[in-house]
């Protein structure tokens, strides 16, 4: 099987009842996908390259691991958690087995699919959730939500897939994901046209998947493919359109110019309105793109642009401090840039949530500013009011102002309601949130940004089975297995929560608010020794860099400290962290609604006390 694996044959097998897509890092059963943390992935990849032979514990741990150091005990709870995943039982096993004194191996059957006869159906790649302990969860939903039907075959639908960076350097990965986000811009303002999002097609970067099977996941009837070279002065652009269901050609064609924003966009230009021309003989409601305004003249600044909007929304706190380098650059040489000022707007307002690690002090008024500056130059674009909008809910507490805000943001754009459906859900107005998130499911049910979304308004409103329904169906957002393992602890589910809230933090990168969602959870199950390590660890990082202090008072409720947890409220009160205009939606904080120092904190947000 090892020879197999590596010949580049195929990159997919049948493993007893499973469907396994190395590629993807997908494994399905039947029509349901069992998706896997990025470790217990690994772990399988290693066992199905090595079958039928055993593989010894340290090459596991130096196969799936890497240069990390880990141990026996490391390796035993991954092979744990991966046994869950797949419904196995240790003392009866279907799939591998421990070899006493070696390691462990398969001991089923492999097989190696061919890739011009598989017809799998796999779903998108669920990264750091684990089926089996969701499977219950979905058997026992009283109601579905009622979700948007696919494109009907009629209809014109297409998915821009992302584009390759074929410069020599291989540094214009940023450019080629620009070249992906303008096309799908313009394209979207096609009448007449289904357009995938973005992050739906992002786990299709690397695939060999055919073009009729991504099309059939992404439910749509036509492909672009696309590529980017950069070469000192000059771009070439190549693209093809894809029909879906033969697998064929529909439009081709390579743009060879020399570099500035001119060019750039006339083949964005030509692109759209090429592939509109395509489209409309065979679907008459297709109409001509709009056009599209030239952003700046400067190449510098556009360029510095996409870098920057490329780092705004991998929200670490490394890329985010990248993206306002960037982006403070554009806006230095073309100060009418108005598009780069809102972005830079997003990447402050990141830094100051738990995504970055400024202070909401040194974040939100730059934010705001910014903000602000893109409104004067463009009153009607959505983005940059809807941030003012939200920098006047999560900093200023000007709630009034801010419905103002949120209102227009949905008269130039009804669709741009998520930054609105939070605002509503903190002032407890949750049937007016879910409204709006179900108006946004229905225009773009293929979304993981939006369905995580989803996913915490239903968790605000207290409707469980919903918030895991959405998260599940999250596809690999980052912030899918938080609201997974939020919804299990709300319920009164600990070990499910553990479990989320573990695989959450070792898939991370051990970020603030995953030490606080673990040490809380721990705490609740009486793990006391394991809370304790993980609060320690959240202290220490507070000793370096920010760290917003409801994280550290949502841990000490759950820890039964009630008088360190309204200090540390009082502290993220005092310094206007995000967090502190949902403390009406604290569960944890339930048995505490009478007490007068959450009356105090509740009032000085401008809230009323009522849950």
Request: some cysteine.
């Amino acid at each position: 099987m090892a020879d197999n694996a590596d010949d580049g044959s195929s990159r997919r097998f049948r493993v007893l009842d499973l469907l396994v897509d190395l590629d993807r890092g997908t494994v399905s059963r039947g029509q349901r996908t069992i998706a896997l943390p990025a470790l217990s992935s690994k772990l399988l990849a290693v066992l199905i390259h090595h079958a039928p032979n055993p593989v010894s514990k340290d090459d596991l741990i130096r196969e799936v691991w890497g240069n990390v150091v880990v141990g026996d005990e490391t390796l035993a709870q991954r092979v744990h958690l991966l046994r869950q995943a797949l419904d196995e039982d240790s003392q009866s096993p279907r799939y591998f087995a421990s070899v006493r004194g070696r390691g462990y191996r398969l001991i089923c059957d492999v097989r190696p699919i061919s890739p011009a006869v598989s017809r799998s159906g796999v779903g998108t790649g669920f990264i750091g959730v684990a089926f089996a302990l969701m499977a219950a969860a979905v058997l026992w939903f009283v109601t579905k939500p009622e979700i948007a039907p696919s494109p009907a075959a009629s209809a014109a639908s297409v998915a821009v897939l992302p584009f390759a960076d074929l410069s020599a350097s291989q540094s214009y990965g940023y450019f080629a994901d620009g070249m992906q986000d303008e096309l799908l811009a313009r394209l979207a303002h096609i009448d007449g046209l289904h357009v995938s999002s973005r992050t739906s097609v992002e786990p299709f970067r690397a695939t060999s998947l055919s073009a009729s099977e991504i099309a059939r996941e992404l439910r749509v009837n036509n492909l672009i493919e696309g590529s980017v070279r950069v070469d000192e002065d000059r771009i070439r652009i190549t693209v093809q359109l894809i029909g879906a269901q033969t697998d064929q050609h529909l439009w081709a064609d390579t743009f060879d110019r020399v570099m500035s924003v001119q060019n750039i966009f006339s083949i964005q230009e030509e692109v759209a309105r090429q592939v509109a021309q395509v489209l409309q003989r065979e679907y008459a409601s297709v109409t001509e793109p709009r056009p599209v305004q030239l952003p700046t003249g400067d190449l510098e600044a556009y360029n510095a642009f996409l870098l920057g909007r490329y780092h705004t929304f991998r929200q670490t706190p490394e890329d985010l401090e990248l993206a306002v380098k960037n982006l403070e650059l554009a806006t230095t040489l073309d100060p009418d840039f108005v598009e780069a000022f809102a972005v830079l707007g997003w990447s402050y307002s990141f830094l100051g949530t738990n995504y970055g690690t400024l202070r909401p002090v040194d974040a939100y008024p730059k934010a705001k500013e910014a903000a602000l500056r893109a409104i004067a130059l463009d009153s009607n674009l959505s983005d940059a009011r809807s941030l003012y909008a939200d920098i006047l809910t999560w900093y200023d507490w000007d709630f009034e102002a801010a419905e103002r805000e949120y209102r227009k943001t949905m008269e130039l754009d009804p669709l741009n309601v998520l930054g609105y459906a939070l605002f509503l859900s903190s002032r407890q107005r949750h049937e007016e949130a879910i409204e709006l998130i179900e108006r946004r499911l229905k225009a773009n049910p293929d979304d993981p940004y939006v369905r995580v979304n989803a996913a915490w308004r239903f968790l605000n409103a207290r409707q469980y089975e919903r918030a895991i329904e959405e998260a599940m169906l999250a596809g690999d957002h980052a912030d899918a297995i938080a609201a997974l393992g939020s919804a299990w602890f709300a319920m009164g589910d600990l070990e499910r929560a553990v479990f989320y809230f573990k695989s959450d933090l070792e898939d991370g990168d051990r970020r603030s608010q995953q030490l606080s969602n673990l040490a809380r959870a721990y705490y609740q199950s009486g793990q006391r020794t394991l809370a304790d390590a993980l609060l320690d660890e959240l202290r220490n990082m507070s000793g370096v860099q920010f760290v917003s202090p409801a994280l550290l008072a949502a841990v000490y409720f759950s820890a039964g400290d009630p008088d360190r947890g309204f200090a540390s409220l009082q502290d993220a009160v005092d310094a206007k962290v995000r967090d502190v205009i949902f403390l009406r939606e604290w569960s944890v904080l339930d048995e505490w609604r009478d007490d007068p120092r959450y009356v105090e904190l509740i009032q000085a947000i401008g809230l009323n006390a009522r849950r």
